[in-house]
C-alpha cells in the first residue's frame, strides 16, 4: 500500500499568502468602485426633475382654500400681510406673484398679499380734539389707501366758550361700526368770540405803543400812513375809527392812520407790513419777527389775526428781514431797504 505524505508546512503558507497580498487588496479596491460606480448610476438615473406646473389663481380667495390649491400643485406659499381698505376682506389674498397662469417648476415658491383687514371698524371719540389735530391723525391713519374710511365734511363753526378749533359735535356719533366710507359731519368753536372788546384810545401812540395794544386787544387793526407834516409828530398814530359804542364785537377791523417820518429815525426805517392772508373760521396765532443784517433776530409782535387783509406797523434798521408766521409756519419774508 503506497503512503501519503501529509506533512504541512507553516512557513510555505505564509510565504504564498505574503507574496499574493496586493494582489488581494487590488481586487478589494476595484471591487468596491463598481459598487459605488453602480450606486451612484442608479441615484441619478432614478431622480426626477420637478415637473412644471401652472400656477393657479388665488387671488381674492381666502387663505385657507388657497393654500388647499397650492398644495394640490406642489406649490408653497411666502406670506405678507397688509392692511386693505375694504371692510370684511380679512384673511382674503389681495396680490399673488407670479401671476395667476404662469408656468413655474414645482416646489416653487409663490408670494401672496393677505389681507389683515381694515385699520379701524367704527367711529372713535372726536368731540374735545382739536379740529387741526383729528385731519393730522385721520391722514397718517390711511397714508396710501386709496379709499379712506373716515371723510370729514368741511366742519361748520360757532362759538362757544372752549377754546377756538376745539370739536364741540360729531355725526355719526363714537362707536358707530364702518361697514364702507363714511362722511363724518363736524360742529367746531370758534372760541369765546362773543365777549366783546372796548375800543382803546390810538391817537398820539408810537409804533412801539401801537404793537402792544395789537398784542393785548382783540380788535383787528387796518393800518394806513402817510409822510408826517410839521403839525404832526412822526411815527405816531394821527387818527382812528370812530364807533357809536365804547365796546364792539371781539376782532372787529378798526381802520388807523399814522404819520411816518419821511427820513429815517435814529438808524430806523419806518413803515407799514402789509399782507393778505386766507381768511380763517376763527382767530390763528401769528408772529413778526425781525432778522438784523447783523445780530441777533428778535420777535417784533405775536398775536391772534382772523386772516384776510393784514398791516403791522414797524421800525427797524435798514437791511433787516421782517419774518411773518402763521401758526408756526412761515408764509411771508420782506427786506426793509
Known sequence: MKKINLKFSFKDTYEKLQSNVWGI?????????????????VYFVNIKKPEKVLVPNVQGKKLEDALIEMQVKELYPKINMRYSDTPGDEGTILEQSPKAGAIVK?????SLVVSRGVIVDKIDEYIGMNIDELKLKLQTLFAGQTRPLIVLAEPQYKPDASEAGTIIEQDPPAGTSISEPVTVTLIVSRGPNYDNTKVPNLIGQSVNDLL????????????????????EKPGTVVSQQQFDSEYVPNYTRISVEMAMPSKPIEDNIYGILTETLANYPYPVPMKLEAVPYE??????????????????????PKGTTLVLSVVDKVVAKTTVN
Open 106 to 110: 414645482g416646489y416653487s415658491r409663490v
Open 25 to 41: 487588496l487590488a481586487f478589494y479596491v476595484s471591487a468596491l468602485i463598481i459598487m459605488a460606480a453602480i450606486a451612484f448610476t
Open 295 to 316: 445780530g441777533e433776530s428778535y420777535t417784533i409782535l405775536s398775536f391772534n389775526h382772523p386772516g384776510g387783509n393784514l398791516t403791522i406797523p414797524y421800525a427797524v
Open 212 to 231: 402792544q395794544t395789537i398784542t393785548r386787544s382783540k380788535l383787528v387793526f387796518d393800518i394806513t400812513a402817510h409822510k408826517s407834516d410839521d403839525s
